[in-house]
């Protein structure tokens, strides 16, 4: 506002467009906009465009109400339902519709189970990993279903 007055001004005073341009570092159309207005040029508000997802509305609210709140699932359903967008449209879509926190999902506050870990794989003790006890290597293989990348046989 203050910059449209300031341009408002310096053009009744006289002062030509590129120099207001230069001096203001404003887009020479703006500047000329703001200098031909007789008030202050207010943006007029957008209508919404219309979304992909828009068709499939009905039944994601309806998903959503009955307690839904897995993004992919909900995909799942639109997608046979014909709907030609990705997973992330509707991920987007839910995001500010979600009534909580996933309990799939880590959070930083610690309030959520976190979600369990795959086992490890069984490891070997000391004597295995170590390069000049190769005999003991050899029989601690011989015992694992899982062969480190590290211990090779020599033939």
Partial sequence: ???????????LAGETLMAMTRSTGLARATVRKFAHAESFPERSARAPRRSIIDPYLPMLEARLAEGC???????????DQGFPGTPKQIRRWLQDRRTGLSKFTTHRNGDHARPQQ??????????????????????????????PTGIHQNP
């Fill in 69 to 79: 709140e897995n993004g992919l699932r909900l995909w799942r359903e639109a997608r």
């Fill in 1 to 11: 506002m203050a910059q449209y007055e300031d341009i408002r001004r310096r053009y």
């Fill in 118 to 147: 795959a086992p490890q794989p069984p490891s070997l003790p000391s004597s295995a990993t170590r390069v000049d006890d190769r005999q003991g290597a050899r029989d601690e293989i011989g015992r694992c279903d899982l062969i």
